[in-house]
């Protein structure tokens, strides 16, 4: 059955038809076992898989399910903690030009050296499909700090009228114990970012122009977003970690600010508020959806198919790693309505949430022996 939502900004709880909605029964089926702290997929043409792996790692997976060697051509990537090689998408245009974009963290050098930061970077897979070519860096959050938490880094490509407008957003996270800078406008941290594919700022960011703000910064006060995808009409939606509670869903608009640590329905870890305790503040935008305690959300994809039936078609499902499991989120207007809880008995940490081709959706289990597991409903 589903559950109870809390909700927009007095968290009240709505069904919002769920009942009317029957689920289907899920059921999962193993793509691919023996990925090691898999981060993030991308799907080919061909039917393969492309998987990041958090310790610096980039393959192909084969449609039988078969491990290919890992690609070369990767940058040197700062993996300790949660950071490593993360998110990985392809160009709308990839079956022409074989062009993807992946995130990592990135280690320092010079006068950074032993710090990192998240950084966005450009590729072409080779035709043969077992290196990157032409790599290059877009990005580098500035100022790097040492630190092995809170990298955020999930990348959408931008839509306007359904084709690219030639833009990315790259989610950042604050670094933990920086909460502090995702209120600084002269700093990446706890920021989405907006860059064009060559690495340039577009003229109609929303701080272009000021000298007390980075230019490539769309929205801020994000904590740690893991999950960013396209709405069907276009628009970017994001979660973020909250604390010990305060998961939060937003749709970020650019200029605005999100609040983190100035308000927030979580609190310290181990009790505690965060700054004032408080929830609501003028100029701070409140969360679409929130969740208390929190479900560690990680990975998030719209379901534009029907494969799950026509009541499913644009809902949200966000994966979870504390609760191992997913969640369907309904929508409507631009606004959460309900909840329900999927596969409660997966028991395993969910990193990705992919739509696939086929309209199935795929899930990366994060373990030292993680799996792609696509899950399927009974007709």
């Not at 940058?75 to 995130?103: E, H, I």
Request: aromatic share 8%; charged share 20%.
């Amino acid at each position: 059955m589903p559950r109870l939502s809390q909700l927009l900004p007095c968290g009240l709880a709505l069904l919002a038809g769920l009942a009317a909605a029957q689920a289907p029964a899920l059921s999962t089926s193993t793509v691919a076992s023996g990925l090691e702290h898999p981060w993030a997929l991308a799907f080919l043409s061909d039917g393969r898989y492309l998987v990041t792996e958090r310790p610096g790692r980039m393959r192909i997976v084969e449609r039988d399910g078969r491990l290919g060697a890992p690609l070369q051509g990767l940058p040197a990537v700062a993996a300790a903690g949660q950071g490593g090689l993360l998110d990985v998408v392809l160009d709308s245009d990839f079956a022409r030009n074989r062009t993807l974009y992946f995130c990592f963290a990135e280690p320092g050098e010079g006068a950074d050296r032993g710090k990192n930061g998240t950084a966005l970077a450009r590729a072409r897979l080779s035709d043969d499909a077992t290196r990157l070519e032409q790599l290059r860096v877009l990005f580098s959050q500035r100022p790097k700090y040492a630190s092995s938490l809170h990298f955020g880094c999930r990348i959408a490509e931008r839509m306007v009228d359904g084709r690219s407008d030639g833009t990315l957003f790259l989610t950042l996270g604050e670094r933990f114990q920086y909460k502090e800078e995702a209120q600084n406008l002269q700093s990446h941290l706890g920021k989405i970012v907006r860059v064009g594919k060559d690495g340039s700022v577009p003229a109609d960011n929303p701080f272009v122009g000021r000298s007390d703000a980075r230019p490539e910064i769309w929205s801020y006060g994000h904590r740690n977003a893991q999950g960013a995808a396209l709405a069907p009409d276009g628009s970017l939606w994001m979660h973020e970690h909250g604390p010990q509670g305060g998961d939060e869903v937003n749709r970020p608009e650019p200029g605005r600010n999100y609040g983190w640590p100035v308000i927030t329905y979580g609190e310290n870890y181990g009790g505690g508020k965060i700054g004032e305790g408080i929830t609501h503040k003028d100029g701070m935008e409140q969360p679409l959806h929130y969740w208390v305690p929190s479900i560690a959300p990680s990975g998030m994809a719209f379901i534009t198919s029907e494969r799950y039936g026509a009541a499913w078609k644009g809902s949200l499902v966000v994966g979870t790693l504390k609760a191992q499991r997913l969640e369907r989120l309904t929508v409507q207007g631009g606004r959460i309505t309900g909840t329900e809880v999927l596969l409660p008995r997966l028991g395993q940490r969910v990193r990705d949430v992919r739509q696939g081709p086929d309209g199935w959706l795929y899930l990366l289990t994060d373990a030292a022996q993680g799996q792609l597991l696509r899950v399927e409903a009974a007709r």
